[in-house]
């Protein structure tokens, strides 16, 4: 007999299973297909694809049939893809936190602009002053 194995110390079914992952995380969050989402989707991907295999196997086998490493090896994956989740907007806490903190950006820049627009109209209410000032001084009496 050929003992089951879960697979997720195979980096090539860590891949199948990422890739399997990343089609459905682009379904439902489009914004990670952003190039500066790439390493944090990365790391994702591969602890998800780590969890699912682990999980995938327990329920195969049934939780009292699988030893005690597979399943804190199980629970250890869970908590870091629920972690990368989160970090990534994935959750309704983490997704909030990501878009208060894009938002603030915005607002930020918007702000910055606004601060640019506004220095610019007082440079050139003082040009005009200073230039209707220079031509009343030079004026003849």
């Known amino acids: ?3 089951v194995r879960h697979g997720a110390n195979s980096p090539r079914a860590i891949a199948v299973r990422a890739a399997e992952v990343h089609e459905e995380l682009l379904e439902v969050a489009p914004w990670l297909d952003r190039t500066e989402f790439l390493p944090a989707v990365h790391r994702y991907l591969q602890a998800a694809a780590y969890e699912q295999l682990l ?4 329920n195969e086998r049934g939780v009292g049939n699988v030893a005690p490493r597979v399943l804190e ?8 893809a629920s972690k990368l989740a989160k970090d990534l907007g994935l959750d309704p806490i983490g997704h ?12 930020t820049a918007l702000t910055l602009a606004d601060l640019e627009l506004e220095g ?3 440079r050139e ?7 209707a000032s220079s031509a009343s001084e ?3 009496s």
């Open 138 to 140: 030079g004026a003849p």
């Open 73 to 80: 090896q199980k629970n250890a994956a869970t908590n870091t």
């Open 120 to 122: 610019r109209r007082i």
């Open 125 to 131: 209410r003082r040009e005009l002053t200073t230039n």
């Open 96 to 107: 909030a936190r990501l878009r208060a903190v894009a938002g603030a950006a915005e607002v």
């Open 55 to 58: 999980i995938d196997y327990v």
């Open 1 to 3: 007999m050929v003992a």
